[in-house]
Structure formats: structure tokens, C-alpha cells
């Protein structure tokens, strides 16, 4: 300060004195904006990615941030990286005191369209001024997340990944057609759900990634959750399909009736990665789709049918555990009919056991379709073992037996046996009808074993083409009627070795012989071996 008064003194200084200011720069905050994938978490360090945190682009001197929350309560919440506010539409964010944050978006929220963003949250430097988070939402298929060891650790189950629901009735009361549910591993089973249109549900136990799968890349700061866990279960009601549906990386387990149930037609089903184990019909498919099924095996006991399959084409394969039904109460193990040409179906090493009803019935109409056991046992306490009629049947090894008590051990017709059938055991006892019927085959059938006895009909019926068919087993009846009758044919062979006994009433009634051989103009009939009782008629 210099005193440039002439009048001097009184008021003039005696000398020129320097007087220096000091003072703050304000603390500016400037507007951020960030990319947020739905329903994913978000996490913005200080320095990256996106830019980093909310600090990186403003002027802060000695300022701090001193509190944060939605747009109008901007300094609700102390900043120290565990303290959560709402953001201004229902988000969660946690602000750490170095601008790096978390935000959690609210269930449901995806681009709007409009200029504004879908979400936002604001902050208060120190001196009062205010920035503005903009969080812009994409526009994505909503990916669900459910895991039922979530506590609540932050807030109430909303679907998303930072709050996840812990069952799946809760997704289903909110989810929409073509959204994706990810099931979390967990020790305990998860209730079904009924399905939407394309949508697709993913367990932990996929070996895949659930970005390959979604077709949707998150934002930087945000991660879909590994997969290659342990396989989630879903019991309870199982699945309920709508149509176009995926399900992998998941078990099924216990269901009160269907592990996978398609009420109505149901386009095409994907399902690889997993297993049906449990109580209940595994599967019911009686509508019209495609199932393309890479399953690791099918367990099913106490249902009133295992499988049961109409309409149904696609591929099907069963690996090392294979099929295994058990204690049916009401129908066949396995019930498939009018598969379309073209469809495979593979079930694996099968054993059906206890069946109260039949064992399996692949009916007629599977014309071109090909249906096919690795190896098959099958015992039935009231119903036949295999019913069969159209198509190719493959059942493989030498193993194979069906025991079949009130019902045919073998009721065949119209179908090829692929490269053959070997049967070590093939029995029926007090069959309400035959025993053992085969009609127009091509291929061939050789059991090695086996007893069919107390049928009320004939026991051993072979008619039209015969292949090669060979049975080695016994052919036993006291009943009224004909031990074995072979009908018309022009072509095939057939060798029957093992022992036969027409006894008490057999062959009585009119017509009737202990053994009939008729209208065969070409091929060959053996009758060999061990020992032959006939009554005389």
C-alpha cells in the first residue's frame, strides 16, 4: 500500500507498507456420467475404469466430499465406503471418501430412450457446491439372479446381483419373455418355476460364461458371476416350459409331479449341462416340440409314468448314468409315441424296475424316428416289458433282460431292431394275454434265456417278417389255448431250442394245437433242443 497524500502529515504513512492475501481457491464439483449394465453391480475405483471416480474431473483444493445421496438430498450420507444411500430411483450406492464407488441399480431398470438418464446420485464437496452422477442404463434382455444363501447383507431381495431373490416363485412374479435367470450353487434345492417365452435359465454348474450365453458384454466396472461350480438343484414343482427355452448347468431333483413339464406345445427346448435325480416323472412332453436334451442322467422313482414323450422330435442323449425308473405308479416307465421322422433318441444304460404298470411303450407312428438303449433291463410287476411298433429300436450289449410279470415280456411289430437284439433273460409270467409277440421285423432277436409261462393266451406268437429271431428260453402253459403259433410270412427265420410244455388244459378248444405253423411261404421255422411236451389235442 503506498500513501500518494501530498498533505503529510498528519495522514500520510511515514512509509509504503506490503500487505499480502492469501485465500482458498473454491472447491468445484463437476457432473460425472457412467455406462451401467442392468442389474449388474458396478465398481468404479479411484482412478478407473470409466475415468474413475467422481473427484477425478473436479477442483478440490482442501475440500473433501462431505456426504452423498439422491439427486436433492445431496450430502444425506457420510462418505466412507460402507455407508449406502438410495440413488434417485431406487439404486444403492456406497461413496468411498477418494470418489470411487458402488452403485447396485434397481430391479427392472433399463434404457428409457429419453435424454435423461434412467438413474443418478449426487454428492456435496466441502463449500457447498454439488455434483451430479449421471448413470446411464443400457438396453439389455434383464439377466435375474437368485441365490438362497443371500442374508440381506444389502437390503431386501430385488433380483439384481448386489440383491439377489432366494427362490424362484419370486422371479417369476416379475421376469418377462426372453429374460435369463442365473441360479447360484447352493447346498440346498431351489422351488420350479413356470417359464417364459425364450427365456433362458443358467445354473452354476454351467462349464460355460454367461456372457458367451446372454450375448451381453457388461460395462466396465462390472462382472457376470464365474460359472464352473457346483450344479444348483430345483425341485419342488420342477419346470413348467413355455416355448424356446434353455436350461443348463443345473440338477433337478424331488418334484411333486414333472421335473420338466410342457402343458402345450412347446417350440424347441435346449438342455445340456445337467441331470434329472429324483422323485416324481422325470419328464412330460405331452405336446408338440423339439427336445434337444444332453442330460448326464435320468433318475426317476414313485411317478405315475418316468417319461412320457408325444409329438416329440429332436435329439436326445443320456450319458454315463444313464436312464433309471423306478416304481411307476399308474404307467409305462417310458411312453413315447408319434416322434417325428428324423428324431434320435439315446437313453443310455436303462434299467426300469417295480414298474406297477408297463415298461416301455414307443408306440406307433415313430416311423423314420430312432430310438436306442446302450442296454436295457426292465422288470414290471403288473405290465409288459416292450411294446414296440414303428421305426428303428437299438438296444446294445448281450446283457439285456426284461422280466414281466401280468403282461408280454416282448410285444414288437413293424420295426427294425437297428444291428440287433440280445436278450440274456426274456420272461413273462401270467400275462392276461401273450407272452411273446413279434410281428414284420427286420433285423434280428436272439434271447438266450428266459420263461414264459401261465399266459391266458398264447405264449409265443411270430408272424410276417421275421429277421432272424431266435429264442432259447422255455415255453410253458396248462391254460386252455396254443403254446406258440407261428402265422404267415414269406420271409425270415426262426429257431426256438428251448423246452416246451403244453400241459393240462393247453390246446384245448376248438382249433386249437399246441403248436400252430401256418401259411409260411418262404424263410424257416427250427423247433430244436432240449425237450418238447405237447398234449394231444
Known sequence: ITDVDAGDPPDNLPADVV????????????????????????????????????????????????GFGPFGNCNLVAPNGTNAAASSNGGRVVLSTDGSFSYGPPAGL???????????????????????????????????????????????????????????????????????????SSASSYTGITLEANQRVIGSGSGSD??????????????????????????????????????????????GNSGIF??????????????????GRAINFNAAGTANLTLDEI??????????????????????????????????????????????????????????????????????????????????????GLAASGGTVNIGGAMNSISATGAAALDVSGLSTGAGWTFSNLSSSNSASFGILINNISGSIAATGGAVSGSNGIAFIAQGTLGTTSYAGSLDKTSAGRLVDVGAGASGSLTLSGDMNCTAACSTGAGNHGMRITG?????????????????N
Not at 438418464?117 to 443400457?138: H, K, M, Q, R
Request: aromatic share 6%.
Open 520 to 536: 409260411r411261404s418262404g424263410g424257416s421255422v427250427t423247433i430244436s433242443g432240449a425237450t418238447k411236451v405237447f398234449r394231444p
Open 110 to 184: 433399463v434404457d428409457n430412450a429419453l435424454p435423461t438418464p434412467e438413474d443418478s446420485f449426487c454428492y456435496t464437496l466441502t463449500g457447498g457446491s454439488i455434483g451430479i452422477v449421471s448413470l446411464n442404463i443400457a438396453l439389455t434382455e434383464l439377466v435375474w439372479f437368485v441365490d438362497n444363501n443371500y442374508l440381506g447383507a444389502n437390503g431386501p431381495s430385488d433380483g439384481t446381483q448386489a440383491r439377489p431373490h432366494v427362490d424362484l416363485p419370486a422371479v417369476a412374479a416379475v421376469d418377462t419373455a426372453s429374460d435369463i435367470i442365473h441360479i447360484a
Open 299 to 384: 433318475t426317476s422313482s414313485g411317478g405315475f409314468n418316468g417319461i412320457i414323450m408325444s409329438d416329440v422330435g429332436g435329439t436326445i442323449s443320456v450319458g454315463v448314468g444313464g436312464t433309471n425308473i423306478g416304481g411307476t405308479t399308474g404307467g409305462d416307465a417310458i411312453f413315447i409315441q408319434n416322434a417325428p421322422a428324423g428324431t434320435s433318441f439315446n437313453f443310455g444304460a436303462t434299467t426300469i424296475s417295480g414298474s406297477g404298470a408297463g415298461g416301455l411303450s414307443l408306440n406307433s407312428s415313430n416311423a423314420g424316428a430312432t430310438i436306442g438303449f446302450t442296454s436295457l433291463s426292465v422288470t414290471t410287476t403288473t405290465g409288459h
Open 262 to 279: 410342457a402343458p402345450a406345445a412347446f417350440g424347441t427346448l435346449t438342455m445340456s449341462e445337467a441331470s434329472i435325480l429324483g422323485t
Open 19 to 66: 500487505v499480502t492475501i492469501e485465500y482458498d481457491d473454491p472447491a468445484i464439483a463437476a457432473d460425472d456420467a457412467y455406462s451401467v449394465t442392468p442389474h449388474l453391480l458396478l465398481n468404479i475405483g479411484a482412478a478407473s475404469p470409466q475415468g474413475g471416480g467422481v473427484l477425478g474431473n473436479d477442483t478440490i483444493g482442501s475440500a473433501v466430499i462431505t
Open 210 to 255: 454367461l456372457i458367451t450365453i446372454s450375448g451381453i458384454t457388461p460395462a466396465a466396472g462390472s462382472a457376470f458371476p464365474a460359472l464352473g461350480g457346483t450344479r444348483p438343484t430345483v425341485a419342488g414343482s420342477g419346470f413348467t416350459l413355455a416355448t424356446g427355452n434353455t436350461i443348463r448347468g443345473l440338477n433337478i431333483g424331488n418334484t
